[in-house]
């Protein structure tokens, strides 16, 4: 595990850092940090304590008091520098993810290359932080509005993606001139305290104020309950479940402070007697099965038009018959493990509920022992045919769980089928007929943030804004337009004339 030294991983690690400096807190208890790869303790880390958040937050709103007054292309070429020492520690990182979280090696890296694409992405967008000029109505006047940064930004990450979710608004906020103070799942700490080490070389180097990168471990019901409430963090971005969602959003509400929100999806991808089979088969099991289901943009309803049903139900069972499951640190394996035997227990009663309301699972759904399997963590990912409306299929269970939904008139049977969820996050259709597809787009179409044609749905670029509707929360990360949110907009009006016209006409003479 040389790569646990390579980031900076000891036995033992404290559990809030400003940037180069970490608190010293140990009353507080400890995190053991199991790997669902093969049942090891990695390495412990000490949860933070009340004081460590306060002096991070004290800290943090300094350095922003500083950084918002950083031209925002050399905010950017931090960003870059940092980009650069991922390009350094891809293998170490993508290899520490791959063994906390138990995600393949090639998704592992793929996950570190995402940090590194929304770097890049954030130093062009450095330089354009656009508003736009209006045209006043009143003579000798002059309208425009410009974005300045916000403050500092509190980022609630989860375990499924330990890294990228946390740049892709780390990196946006530090060039939109923002400070921002990361609270990672407690499931993989280790990941950010890497990601924290990686982030000190570029403090180091470029004299940064502490503060503008924080880190606090701590847990949900204190650290994240905190920043929920503290007005010193104007804007929150929340990944997790509908429910962390939902109570995170209610508090931030009550203070006025901002949220984005990116919670659960519950992603379909439509066939339709157009498919091209062999090119929608891959996409299906990997965005089935990637990340063992534990993407929020992972493949859980497959809706399949009865015409081409059966040969797709042979295909799949054949396609899953190879799956190869086990170590996620061998590049042979397709499927690693879950998090953890809670998430094991969760798919089982998933199953369980499924038959219950009449679904059959044609194939997986085992859990995995023996040789290889000591983590308990590794199943073996099911096919089951059920119907949407089943209480089952309504919930995003976060596993390998594929549920095979028929539909047998026109492609809207299928598209308000794909819609009665009360998710929306990823979608896909895969035809070659261009009307059906359009549908699928158009305005009646789905009803998604994402929707794709001939892709899967997990597995977006970040140059397109991510996230999604209804119960996913309505966020937006990533690429277009999402780092507006990380500014307060402000809209100025200049008189540069020698009298003083109202607006709407309105004559008020003194
Ligand atoms: C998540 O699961 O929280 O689109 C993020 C994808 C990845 C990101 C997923 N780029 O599947």
């Known amino acids: ?30 995190l053991n ?31 922003f008091g500083q950084w918002r007054e950083v031209p925002a292309p050399k905010r950017g070429e931090v960003v870059r520098q940092f980009g ?53 109505e009143r003579e000798q006047h002059r309208m425009y509005d410009q974005y300045h940064p916000l403050g500092v930004v509190g980022i609630i990450s989860a375990f499924n993606f330990p890294v990228a979710v946390w740049s892709w608004n780390a990196m946006l906020a530090a060039v939109c001139g923002d400070a921002s103070l990361w609270k990672p799942s407690t499931r993989v700490p280790l990941c950010a305290i890497a990601v924290q080490n990686i982030l ?45 969602g939902r109570h995170g959003a209610r508090q931030v509400a009550g203070r006025f402070g901002r949220t984005i929100l990116e919670l659960g999806g519950n992603n379909a991808i439509i066939l ?30 497959l809706i399949i038009h009865e015409a081409i049903y059966a040969r797709v139900r042979k295909a799949l069972v ?51 022992t023996g040789k290889g399997y000591a983590s308990g963590c ?22 390998p769980i594929l549920y095979l939904i028929r539909y047998r008139g026109e492609v809207d049977e299928a598209i308000s089928l794909h819609n009665d969820v ?25 009803d998604c943030g994402i929707a794709n044609v001939n892709i899967g749905t997990s597995g977006a670029e970040i140059g397109g804004a991510f996230g999604g509707e209804k119960e996913t929360g309505g966020g937006r990360e990533s690429g277009s337009d999402a780092w507006k949110a990380y500014m307060r907009r402000q809209t100025n009006t200049i008189n540069y004339g020698r009298s003083l016209p109202l607006a709407q006409g309105i004559r008020f003479d003194i």
């Open 272 to 301: 339709t007697p157009d498919a091209d089979l062999k090119m929608a088969l891959p996409a299906i099991v990997f965005g089935a099965v990637g990340t063992a289901g534990q993407r929020c943009t992972s493949t859980r309803r």
């Open 378 to 399: 590794y199943v073996r990912p099911a096919v089951v045919e059920a119907e949407n409306h089943y209480a089952i299929v309504q919930e995003e269970t976060f596993a």
């Open 200 to 244: 000190a070389e570029t403090i180091r180097r470029n004299s940064l104020p502490e503060g503008l990168f924080s880190l606090v471990i701590g847990r949900g019901s204190q650290v994240g309950e905190m920043m929920l409430n503290d007005r010193r963090l104007p804007l929150i971005s929340i990944t997790g479940s509908t429910e962390v």
């Open 33 to 63: 940090i199991v790997s669902p790869v093969d049942g090891r303790h990695i390495a412990s880390v000490y949860l933070a304590s009340k004081q460590d958040y306060e002096k991070v937050v004290a800290r943090a709103e300094k350095a």
């Open 318 to 368: 054949k396609a899953y018959g190879g799956l190869r499951i086990g170590n996620p640190l061998d590049e042979r394996n397709h499927v690693g493990p879950l998090i953890d035997t809670g998430a094991v227990e969760a798919f089982q009663q998933a199953l369980r509920r499924v038959r219950q309301e009449g679904g059959r699972v044609i194939c997986g759904g085992e859990v995995l």
């Open 422 to 446: 009360v998710q929306g996050l990823s979608s896909a259709i895969f035809t070659e007929n261009l009307r059906e597809a359009e549908i699928f787009l158009s305005a009646v179409g789905s």
């Open 84 to 136: 650069l020492q991922l390009r350094k520690y891809k293998e170490a990182l993508g290899s520490l993810v791959s063994y906390e979280m138990g995600k393949s090696l090639q998704e592992g890296r793929g996950e570190v290359q995402e940090m590194i694409d929304i770097c890049d992405f954030a130093v062009g967008q450095s330089r354009q932080l656009y508003g736009s000029t209006m045209v006043s």
């Open 1 to 30: 595990m040389d790569f646990l030294q390579e980031l900076g991983i000891r036995k033992k690690n404290f559990g809030a850092a400003t940037g180069i400096e970490w608190t010293e807190t140990t009353d507080q208890g400890e």
